[in-house]
């Protein structure tokens, strides 16, 4: 199957088609501005007011709209444009960027292409209608931060515009398709700090993952799995079939592999015996809540049946992983962690790994998610149309 996929790729890879390449960005979801100022930062916008042609905004020229009384105000620092329903930015060329800078803050966000705003119950919707491959580079920095290799950054690249597609009807209701923070998938501005990221996503221009049925995946990541994924199940309630656990022994010296958490041990037991009916009165099961040192990941402290699972343990005493051994000394009860985050998909400091020792992205993905397939976007419009 993956050498049919690559196949098709060759074939039709230079014909992504439109309805993936634009999409529309929730800007400062949750916390709108109620006046933004706006300034070119690269080429000249028009802007439109009700679909008005109003003004060409060049650079210099500071634009400063503001949400008053069910309409957005717009007017530049000597002239008045009126009042409107709705205010629109294009871009006069490929590759212009917008900066924006909400009233009273430093910050200053530069983004590419198309903007739309409205009013929004005295603050301002601004909707970034953006091509695809800016905002994935733009999560990716977010993301992944700028000091990594570029082949981590294809990896990143491919999961990003895969949560993208995949969950483009998220804000439906709100009008818009992603939002800008993590509930989506964090983008604060365009990619500006590295050029291995924009060179990395090209690279990987319309890659996305699917399953064995030509479907997007939810290709879920976490910091670091500490030696061993876990099943989507073991987290979530889904099973999925390429979310699988497996041993990973590319994370294990790096940022998040070890944690360790310190408490008493009447504490411990009592946590264990009040908030989830543990028998500590049994020796048995005590000695185990209070000496456990697993060799593999494991799910559930006690019985498989009715046993503690340990994501909820670490909920109840927010942990760094679900994945510890319990060691106690005198009084202490010691818990030494392994990894960060829920630990399912790809684990972002392992890949890290694997990209600084020159794994290509594409071996690192098949590494973490089982039986998948890279294919361009334009195999699964060829395959839905078909
Ligand atoms: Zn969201
Ligand atoms: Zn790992």
């Known amino acids: ?115 739309e705003m409205k009013p929004l119950r005295g603050k301002i919707r601004i909707i970034n209608h953006v091509y695809i491959e800016h905002y994935v580079a733009g999560v990716v920095e977010s993301e992944a931060g700028s000091k990594e290799p570029k082949e981590y950054y294809k990896v990143q690249a ?18 818009f398709q992603l939002c800008d923070k993590v509930h989506c998938q964090v983008y604060h501005q365009k990619s500006k700090s590295n050029p291995d990221i924009i060179k990395g996503t090209q690279e990987t221009i319309g890659i996305v993952i699917v399953d064995s049925d030509i479907n997007l995946v939810t290709a879920a990541f976490s910091s670091n799995c500490g030696g061993y994924t876990c099943n989507s199940e073991d987290v979530w309630s889904g099973s999925l079939n390429y979310l699988r656990e497996r041993i990973d022994e590319n994370c294990l010296e ?40 697993p060799d ?55 890949a890290m790994n694997m990209a600084r020792r020159g794994y290509p992205y594409d071996e690192i993905l098949h590494y973490y998610y089982k039986s998948i397939h890279l294919v361009n976007l334009s195999v699964i419009d060829f395959f839905r149309a078909n």
């Open 1 to 115: 199957m993956r050498g049919i996929a690559v196949f098709i790729l060759s074939i039709l890879s230079f014909s992504v088609f439109a309805s993936n390449k634009i999409l529309d960005v929730g800007l400062y979801w949750g916390e709108e501005p109620s006046e933004i100022t706006v300034q070119a930062a690269q080429g000249s916008f028009k802007v439109y007011g009700n679909g008005k042609d109003l003004i060409e905004l060049k650079k210099n020229t500071v634009l400063r709209i503001k949400s008053e009384g069910g309409l957005l105000h717009v007017r530049t620092l000597s002239e008045d444009l009126g009042t409107y329903y709705k205010v629109e930015l294009n871009r006069n060329s490929w590759g212009n960027t917008l900066k924006i800078q909400r009233a009273g803050r430093t910050a200053v966000h530069e983004y590419h292409d198309d903007f």
């Open 158 to 175: 491919v999961i990003c515009r895969t949560y993208a597609l995949n969950n483009r009807r998220k804000h439906e209701a709100e009008g």
């Open 254 to 293: 790096e940022n998040h592999s070890y944690w360790r958490y310190t408490t008493t041990r009447d504490k411990w037991l009592n946590y264990l015996s009040t908030n989830h009916g543990y028998p500590v009165y049994e020796p048995a099961a005590k000695d185990r809540a209070l000496h456990y040192c």
């Open 296 to 350: 593999r990941r494991q799910h559930k402290l006690g019985s498989p049946r009715d046993g503690i699972k340990f994501t909820q343990i670490r909920r109840d005493l927010k942990l760094q992983s679900a994945y510890f051994s319990i060691e106690t000394i005198q009084d202490s009860v010691i818990l030494e962690g392994h990894g960060y985050g829920h630990g399912v998909g790809l684990c972002q400091e392992g």
